[in-house]
């Protein structure tokens, strides 16, 4: 079964020779991988956030188990954009696979420095934009929080990179998600993932201390998967570009519940840390699991929830 | 119930190299209780089927996910080699929290997936007088390493402790080389360990020779502290969080110091899991 798709976005188009691909932050650079399967056989791969200079992240405890998930607050440590692109990206396989950078700034500013940094690369196959962070200077307003902000940051990032495929990944923490993609669509995406992680906490009762030396931090892994398949319909519901959908996806039949509610292609991303061969043997499994649950075409498959009550 | 030897021919010789690690699952033999029998056990070597290494070095970890973890449990647990001979795998645990209180309820039979082998483990170097220092279940991978060891005679251990010295694989070790334990169990035990830890280091640094040390961050301190003092060459195996255990996650940084060898490094956070587990002392800062 051919499972190859093309998500046509409004500038650029992004092929991927399946929809499975791997989530920022949890593949490092893929090459940490590259032992547990063939990162050829992934429909691509979105690399660890960088950001334009080295970033230490924020003091230990950064992260913590919790039930069905985990909570993360690494603060973003990175080795700079120019690091990747001289020393990771010549050795991964770019030719075979799809790499999509995940960029992250402090400013509108910095967005456009990345991304013009990144439109040259010829490895790089899309840019995959966190507007999940602070905006320095609107004193540390949320980019994905807010329509125009995340708006601004979209437009910024495509016209810096008018070569490369634009793919905006959308947080959940926010009042109506729907609001926001439409917005970054507006602004230019070609394509738009979600979800990033939901904010969370855990303490200890006998510390009494926060689990995390950041107080709080995004929540991923399976406890989100209900939140992510609602804004996942919800978006592609809202917007005509795209979506890639991730949040808490393990096996073939999650990814396919994914395509179900309206993604074209899905993310891996907790799911390599239950095995580092999850996204490699989704990848495998997923023609299969098409057979088992008589999907024959795709396509069709994609986005043909039926549903009674209108909400 | 304890003092059980966790023996066996060694799956090979020690080589110097990295090993590329890889996923399998493996089934448990069984799962040996240690400590004073009469007590419920709270220390257990989980003997498993043989992952298909080739080679590993003491030192180097494993992360494991019984299946009995489900999905509220999502990562897997790292845990340090114990011993790997041509037939079974073991590793050694207390049970600590969650992971490890369902750990202790594996039976024979049941699947545990595991990667590995994982990090850079202790140096070895046959011919230097090599002095072990563990602090309790920091003499878990020593077990191996003096399985391996090819000039035992060249090797020796100080080991506190507190629980019964039958909660540990200690027989493992001294069948191979001296081990000296001291147990905490009144004020004043450590102050003698801490002394005693001193005055062997001392001696290992007039010989030349190789410090090794593993145990609680507090013991690795000492070690530490003593070590640039004594200018013994020294390393210390940490032990962080982790999630994925290959480099990914970046939950399981420590922090480099200036004397770290890339320069673009030092003073900087770096993955315990892949830079480590074990550092040469005067490279991280504890």
Redesign the interface.
Known sequence: MDLSLTLKGQVCDLHLKNPVLTAS????YGL??S??GDLATLGGLVV?GLSLKPR??NA??????T????L?A?GL?NDGVEVFCTEKLPRLPWRDTAIIANIYAASVEEFAALAARLDGEEGVAALEVNVSCPNVKAGGALFGQDAHLAAAVTSAVRAAAPHKHIMVKLSPNVTDIALIARSVEDAGADSISCINTLLGMAVNLSTRRPALANVVGGLS??AIKPVALRCVWQVAQAVSVPVVGLGGI?SAEDALEFLLVGASAVQVG?G??????CAFALAAELPAACERLGITDVTAFRGSLQWDTAC | MGNERLTGRPLCAYKEGMS????CELDVLDLVPFGQSGKESRFFALRLTRPDWHIWQPGQFVML?PDNFG??????RPFGICHMTARHMICFFQVRGRGTQRMSRLRAGDRV?A?GPLGQGFVMEPDSPTLLLAGGMGIVPFVGYVNLHPKPWNVSMLFGHREHISCYPVDSINEHVPVDSLREQQSGDLDNFIYTIQERMRDLAEQQGLVLACGPTPFMRTVQTFAAELGVRCQLSLE??M??G????????ARTSSSWPDPHKRD??VQVC?HGPVFWADHVVL
Do not use: H, Y
């Open positions: 932050g949890t593949f490092g940490e991988f032992t547990f660890k230490q992240g230990v405890p950064r992260i913590v188990e039930t069905a998930g985990m993360n690494v440590q892994g399976p393990l907790t390599n840390f239950l095995r580092p061969d | 590329q690690p890889n996923f996910r999905l509220d449990l999502p990562w897997a997936r990667w962080n969080r999630a994925c290959v480099g990914a996650c970046l939950g399981c940084v900087s956070p892949t």
